[in-house]
C-alpha cells in the first residue's frame, strides 16, 4: 500500500510500489491531465508537483512518492485561475493538450521559487519538447506569471471553463486495457 496526498485529498494506492506514479495517477484515480509518452522521451508532458518541486510522474515510482504531496494539472487550482494558467491564455501560448499540463506544472514551480526568471532560468526549468514552435510566447507567459504572482500586473481572467476538471476527467476516462476473459 503506497499513501500519499494528491490534489489535497490523502490516498492510498493497493498497486505494485514499483509502478510509475504516472500510472496510478491516470488510471487509478482518472487524472487524466498528466500526459504521457510512456518512456521518458517527451521531456515533461507528465510532470507534476512533487512537494512543490515539478518532476516527471514516469520516473518516479509509487514507493518513491511515499508521504510526498503531490499536485496534478487537475490540482493546480481549482478554477484555473493560476497565474501561469492564465498568463498562458493572455500570450496565446497554448498549443496542443498533450504538452501543455506539463509545461504549466514546470513554470508554476519556477515562478514559486523565482518569479523573475531570466531566458536561462526558463529553458532551464520548462524541459519538455514542442514541435509546434510556441516557445517565444511560452517564455512570455512564464515572465508575465511572475508579475502577476508577484502583485505587479493584472491580468483580465480568462473565461471560466465550461467544465470542472474532475467532469472532463469523466467524460473521457483514462484507456484501460480489457482484463482477459
Ligand atoms: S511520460 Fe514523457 S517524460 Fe514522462
Ligand atoms: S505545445 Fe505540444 S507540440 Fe507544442
Not at 40 to 45: P, V
Not at 49 to 63: P, Q
Not at 163 to 181: F, G, M, N, Y
Request: glycine letters at 8%; proline letters at 7%.
Amino acid at each position: 500500500m503506497s499513501r500519499m496526498t494528491v490534489n489535497d485529498r490523502p490516498v492510498e494506492f493497493d498497486l505494485d510500489p514499483r509502478m510509475p506514479l504516472l500510472y496510478a495517477l491516470r488510471e487509478a484515480m482518472n487524472l487524466t491531465g498528466t500526459k504521457a509518452c510512456g518512456g521518458g522521451d517527451c521531456g515533461g508532458a507528465c510532470m507534476v508537483l512533487v512537494d512543490g518541486v515539478a518532476l516527471r510522474s514516469c520516473r518516479i515510482t509509487l514507493a518513491e512518492a511515499e508521504g510526498r504531496i503531490i499536485t496534478t494539472i487537475e490540482g493546480l487550482s481549482s478554477d484555473r485561475s493560476h497565474p501561469v494558467q492564465q498568463a498562458m491564455v493572455a500570450q496565446g501560448a497554448i498549443q496542443c493538450g498533450y504538452c501543455t499540463p506539463g509545461i504549466v506544472i514546470a513554470a508554476a514551480a519556477l515562478i514559486q521559487r523565482n518569479p523573475a526568471p531570466t531566458l536561462e532560468d526558463i529553458a532551464g526549468a520548462i524541459p519538455n519538447i514542442c514541435r509546434c514552435g510556441v516557445y517565444p510566447r511560452l517564455i512570455r507567459a512564464v515572465e508575465q506569471a511572475g508579475r502577476v504572482a508577484q502583485r505587479q500586473e493584472r491580468i483580465s481572467a480568462a473565461p471560466a471553463p465550461g467544465i470542472s476538471a474532475e467532469d472532463a476527467a469523466k467524460a473521457v476516462p483514462a484507456l484501460r486495457v480489457p482484463a482477459a476473459e
